[in-house]
């Protein structure tokens, strides 16, 4: 059904019908019997689901990545879908329209998205005022810094949102890492990077209540990087990584967008995501939290993540291609494994 239903929307442009499937969404989850009946065809519950990272419970580990609810205004509609966490974002302290339209390119034949939205957002302000709303799942917020913000003053940014939205989320993921904003990636680089977390860790560390402090690092970093990273997060006890943003690089890709700007996601992510994942859980440890995301189109994608060593997982490009059912196949198969290991002790 969700196949018949892509094919028909994946005529349209990719923002357009984004803005259009998000508003539905709403309109129909407002509805109390919808909603149950949403919740009922996808949502699996089971205490063997259930992930605990540090100091959440996360009802289970398949995420929403940031990109999709920029503006914390669909989190409450998300959930019903039976997501255990939604990150919104990115977020920047004033409101920005992003890089000019056509922005968002489908790649069907490579099962990817290129992306060059910029940080379009509504600002800080308006975003905390959308999470001041009820909700019962756990919600990150992505920080980053306005455009035209130069990197010597983007700790700035960073710590405006993270006053701003403390109060009203349960995690922060810092984002260094997305192509779409000039110099943004230049902060994979330790001599940047460190002062720019110092900061934000102090900050986070004088707040009433900590909240968790999380890294997205780029894919198309090289192992001295990641390795700088490391030491960083270790040495500032960051609270976890989040392993991929969208990546730059174009190999073996087929289809005719494959030279537009901006960053891939989806299928053609998958493997570097993988890597980098694995190159994480050896350096870090078997304890330390890892967010995996890029490249999940399937349950068994999912699966190969935590495998490489991810905590938990994020959709994003699989969800469009794939819809809400592949949330419940990947919920579905970890909770058989999960099941499977215990009838084995």
Do not use: W
């Amino acid at each position: 059904m969700y196949k018949i239903l892509r094919n028909f929307l994946f005529l349209f442009d990719a923002e357009l019908i984004h803005e259009f499937s998000v508003k539905f969404i709403r309109i129909f989850s407002s509805n109390p019997i919808f909603k149950l009946i949403i919740r009922k065809i996808f949502v699996v519950n089971h205490v063997s689901l259930e992930k605990k990272l540090f100091g959440l419970t996360f009802k289970n580990p398949v995420g929403l990545a940031a990109g999709f609810d920029k503006n914390a205004e669909y989190y409450r509609d998300f959930s019903n879908f039976g997501f255990g966490f939604i990150e919104i974002g990115t977020v920047t302290p004033l409101p920005q329209p992003g890089n000019p339209k056509k922005r968002i390119f489908r790649l069907v034949e490579d099962k990817s998205l290129i992306n060059r939205l910029g940080f379009n957002n509504k600002g800080v302000e308006a975003v905390a005022n959308n999470l001041k709303k009820r909700r019962d799942i756990i919600i990150g917020a992505n920080i980053g810094k306005n455009f035209f913000t130069e990197n010597v003053d983007a700790h700035n940014d960073y710590l405006i949102c993270l006053k701003d939205l403390h109060d009203y989320i349960d995690y922060f993921a810092v984002n260094i890492s997305s192509p779409n904003t000039k110099g943004l990636r230049e902060f994979h680089d330790r001599e940047l990077l460190k002062p720019l977390l110092e900061k934000l860790v102090n900050q986070n560390n004088n707040m009433t209540s900590r909240k968790p402090l999380l890294l997205k690092i780029s894919p198309d970093i090289n192992d001295q990087q990641i390795d700088d990273i490391v030491q960083l997060v270790l040495e500032l006890q960051i609270d976890g990584v989040i392993a991929t943003n969208t990546s730059i690089q174009r190999d073996g890709l087929l289809s005719k967008y494959k030279e537009e700007k901006g960053g891939l996601s989806g299928m053609k992510l998958k493997d570097r995501s993988n890597s980098i994942i694995s190159f994480l859980r050896k350096k870090l440890g078997r304890d330390f939290p890892i967010i995996g995301v890029g490249g999940i189109m399937s349950a068994e994608d999912a699966l190969e993540k935590i495998k490489c060593g991810a905590d938990l997982v994020q959709l994003y490009t699989g969800f469009i291609y794939e819809g809400p059912s592949l949330i419940k196949r990947i919920n579905k198969l970890l909770l058989d494994q999960e099941l499977n290991k215990n009838n084995e002790k």
